[in-house]
């Protein structure tokens, strides 16, 4: 059975401060992503990542793929408050009646001034 | 597109009635995905799919029931409403194998208060 496990799972950080969002994996998958959830909102998202060693940046935020250590990490440089939100790391896992994301418990990240 | 929508946003449920929740996608996705919500916490699967006429449990799959007859269209139908289902209920979808990147949109999800 596939697992999914963020750290951590609150985060409280000072604007300008940098910092990182791990999530681990227990079996072998290539394809992950990254979502972000406001509150009362749904699931919008970030990141796909593909293949080990895959990087991707939007803005502030940058994702990371090591398919080898089962790890991801969501890199946060320079907190802005509007990246206060909860994050969900999810991992393609394939079962005999298709493929479904596990995901994390989610890491809720607040930025404060 | 419109994406993956739902319906209701909202609904307060007595103990013991029933309901059924609409989603439907306008994306052409195979695969198609119930989850629960509940506050402070991470997403359960209740349900999926992986297309017409083809249906699979999730990890809290009782109380629920599905159909999917056809690909634009999920219903998740709650039989006998307990307190317990009290959730936020997301609906999602994405392409399925052949795809290479495969991505997952949900709905905007259903509010369900049962008392």
């Known amino acids: 059975e596939l697992k999914v496990e963020q750290n951590p799972l609150f985060l409280s950080m000072q604007e300008g401060k940098n910092y990182t969002i791990y999530c681990n994996y227990s079996t072998t998958s290539d394809r992950l992503y990254w979502y972000r959830q406001d509150p009362g909102k749904s699931l919008e998202s970030l990141f796909v990542l593909l293949s080990n060693g895959a990087v991707k940046q939007e803005g502030r935020l940058m994702a990371s793929l090591d398919t080898k250590a089962r790890l991801s990490t969501l890199h946060i440089t320079a907190a802005v408050h509007d990246l206060s939100a909860t994050y969900f790391c999810a991992v393609d896992g394939w079962e005999t009646s298709g493929s479904r994301l596990t995901f994390g418990e989610g890491t809720q990240l607040t930025v404060n001034p | 597109n419109a994406g993956v929508t739902q319906t209701p946003k909202f609904r307060i449920l007595k103990i013991g009635q029933s309901m059924t929740l609409q989603c439907t996608q306008d994306m052409n996705h195979n695969y198609m995905y119930w989850y629960r919500q509940d506050p402070g916490m991470g997403l359960k699967l209740i349900y999926y799919?992986?297309?017409?006429?083809?249906?699979d449990k999730g990890e809290v799959p009782n109380g629920y029931n599905v159909s999917r007859s056809t690909t634009e269209d999920f219903p998740l139908r709650l039989e006998l409403a307990a307190p317990s289902q009290t959730s936020v209920y997301f609906c999602?979808?994405?392409?399925?194998?052949?795809?290479?990147?495969?991505?997952?949109?949900f709905g905007p999800g259903t509010r369900l208060t049962v008392l």
């Open positions: 999602a979808s994405r392409p399925g194998t052949g795809n290479s990147y495969n991505e997952q949109f």
């Open positions: 799919s992986v297309g017409a006429g083809i249906t």
